[in-house]
């Protein structure tokens, strides 16, 4: 589940899963269009004496299409027959016997044998999780990148599209409310108003992502043959007046070449195809666009007060520390004594004890957060994660420190889900439009009570996996933060902490006032995003200059969490407030985590803040930037980074 060094390159040679659908076609124009060159297509099909299965994975209406569109574009086709069913249908998926994923991982072995120089996999999934999950699994098994430029894409976008693509597929099946068999054999421009209109009246997807209607293609882009369908006959399924379940079985398939001066340069010249394939998306709409450490969560009112408790387990010797928060479990791990020679085994102890910690309290992991002394190690630390995490990883945060005497501390939030069963893990790794795929074993967030966990994000061309230019790296991971809130139900609006970390503070001005373009449009809006906490840290992944980090509240839902806030009043001394916030909540802040703090204050009070004195006071780093200004007041936002052992303090303020 980490991301392959070929997923940073533009240049992979793929294979395209073939269903005969719109989707796939349109898919494999992407991919192209992105510098990948198309070396096969590879299909499952039904067993000859069937048309359709009863699958939740592939498409086989219209199986018998399959080798003429290979034939049409001009590369090899590899085929294996479904022979497993269903079984493992929730939403993880691990490697089960008879399961008809398996057939999809002996199809891509099969390719990989013919094809040993095959680097990826490129798949139409535009909405299915159930389907991306599993192509992703199988991917990840075989070693394969696996690109869905399709991916979250809007789908009355989408079908316009492929439409004024020129990419020719018609319906071959229908099954929704609105659609009849009459609708059998009529094209996806022929049936875009349609398509809309039963949107509008009755919320069905435009490009099928519910299982509306499937569709056959005919012709394309990349096609050097336009297909027609003969002798088709229409066979139902089900008869109903509102949605009849009906498809087209066509036995035989015609193939008359094109004007060749319409045709797209040859697949042997991947770069002139490229270029081809970029200038034909770009008559269509634009699909571009234009850290990690969480302060925990504390409790409401009338909770009780943590329970915490601090331990030195025998060898290796880390030095681990538990509060206990209702249903929320926070573990703080670092290596005890002098750093360990070997940075690897010492990592791996604090991991494991952290996770030990977890699972003797039947907790489930939601964020790890991670602070290494160089950031060199960090292709160190995917590999100890992979031992760990299989599927549904938490959400990963991970910076250099600026203190390099301990070479790595780890923080575990876990949840008990019997008190919190509702757990949701955005574990995206295909290589997309809509966000950066994960460079390691963790999820791009989580959500659970109410609220959403989000990994850190830096600023990646999704599309490429490449960094983008260091002015537009703000841009685009904030986007990409904005494009996984979107998916959990949930907004930049709806941020309770939000927290951006620099390499320079010169990078803060642009992160703020960036930051507010986005959350602060409607002034009257009932959802007030948090103001930004900004912090300068020495290295983050892939050299990154700016990485962005949220927790929100999902749309609808409900938190029991509330989070430490601070007001300064004019004449109060800021320094003095400040320490006594942090004695006040230091059983929540262990050694080597961040305390995010929201300072409420007027301009007046920000020429007070005397760094050194923080430091001295706090033992952490201060810096303070100036957010928004609301009413006259000035919205100040500080982060400490406390690089020695937590200490409580004598006595503990319930307020």
Not at 199 to 220: K, M
Not at 456 to 473: A, S, V
Not at 493 to 499: E, F, G, I, W
Not at 530 to 555: C, G, H, K, N, Y
Request: with cysteine; glycine share 6%.
């Amino acid at each position: 589940y980490t991301l392959p060094d070929n997923k940073s390159q533009s240049n992979m040679k793929f294979v395209g899963l073939l269903s005969g659908g719109k989707d796939s076609c349109h898919a494999l124009l992407h991919c192209i269009a992105m510098g990948h060159e198309l070396v096969a297509l590879a299909n499952l099909q039904p067993e000859t004496s069937k048309d359709e299965l009863d699958s939740y994975m592939y498409q086989t209406v219209g199986h018998e299409v399959i080798p003429a569109i290979a034939a049409a574009i001009g590369v090899p086709l590899i085929r294996h027959t479904i022979a497993g069913s269903s079984k493992a249908i929730g939403h993880a998926y691990t490697a089960t016997p008879g399961d008809e994923v398996e057939d999809l991982y002996l199809l891509l072995r099969k390719v990989q044998e013919e094809f040993p120089e095959v680097r990826a996999v490129c798949s139409g999934a535009i909405l299915s999780d159930y389907q991306r999950i599993r192509v992703e699994h199988v991917c990840a098994r075989l070693g394969l990148s696996s690109l869905g430029y399709l991916w979250q894409r809007s789908q009355p976008e989408l079908l316009d599209e492929m439409i004024a693509c020129g990419l020719e597929a018609v319906l071959v099946k229908v099954a929704a409310m609105g659609l009849h068999a009459r609708h059998l054999g009529q094209s996806i421009s022929q049936m875009r108003d349609t398509l809309h209109s039963l949107h509008d009246r009755f919320d069905v997807h435009v490009c099928g992502e519910g299982g509306e209607y499937e569709s056959a293609t005919l012709d394309g882009p990349l096609f050097r043959h336009r297909l027609a369908l003969q002798a088709a006959e229409t066979v139902t399924h089900a008869a109903s007046a509102f949605a009849p379940v009906a498809y087209l079985r066509a036995p035989t398939i015609t193939s008359t070449p094109k004007d060749p001066t319409q045709c797209p340069p040859p697949l042997s010249d991947p770069v002139a195809l490229s270029r081809f394939c970029r200038a034909l998306l770009a008559t269509c709409n634009d699909i571009y666009s234009q850290p990690l450490f969480l302060p925990f969560p504390l409790p409401a009112a009338g909770q009780p007060a943590a329970s915490c408790e601090t331990t030195t387990l025998p060898l290796p010797p880390v030095h681990v520390s538990v509060c206990a928060r209702g249903n929320w479990i926070y573990v703080s791990c670092r290596p005890e004594g002098p750093p360990p020679h070997d940075m690897a085994s010492g990592a791996a102890a604090v991991l494991a004890a952290v996770l030990r910690e977890a699972e003797a309290r039947h907790a489930r992991p939601v964020l790890i957060q991670v602070a290494l002394a160089a950031m060199a190690d960090f292709a160190t630390l995917n590999r100890l994660f992979l031992a760990h995490f299989v599927s549904e990883p938490p959400a990963r945060v991970c910076v250099q420190a600026a203190d390099d005497v301990i070479p790595v501390a780890i923080e575990l939030v876990a949840v008990t889900p019997h008190a919190i069963p509702a757990i949701n893990h955005l574990h995206v790794q295909s290589i997309s439009h809509w966000a950066p795929a994960n460079i390691g074993p963790y999820s791009q967030a989580v959500s659970v009570d109410g609220l959403v966990l989000l990994a850190g994000q830096i600023g990646l061309d999704p599309g490429t996996m490449t960094l983008r230019d260091p002015d537009e790296q703000t841009a685009m991971s904030l986007e990409s933060c904005a494009r996984v809130l979107a998916v959990e139900r949930s907004s930049l609006t709806r941020v309770c902490l939000a927290l951006c970390f620099v390499t320079d503070m010169a990078s803060s001005a642009e992160a703020t006032r960036l930051y507010a373009s986005r959350t602060l449009q409607d002034p009257d809006a009932a959802t007030r995003a948090a103001p930004l906490l900004v912090m300068r840290i020495p290295a983050m992944p892939r050299s990154a200059r700016i990485e962005w980090q949220f927790i929100a509240t999902r749309d609808g839902g409900t938190t029991t969490h509330t989070f430490p806030t601070l007001t300064i009043g004019r004449d109060e001394p800021v320094t003095d407030t400040l320490a006594a916030f942090a004695a006040a909540h230091h059983n929540t802040t262990h050694a080597h985590q961040l305390l995010a703090l929201r300072l409420f204050a007027v301009p007046q009070v920000a020429p007070q803040v005397d760094q050194q004195l923080l430091h001295a006071q706090i033992g952490a780093a201060i810096s303070v930037t100036i957010v928004e200004e609301i009413e006259g007041e000035a919205v100040l936002a500080a982060v400490a980074w406390l690089v020695g052992p937590a200490t409580k303090p004598e006595e503990e303020d319930e307020d």
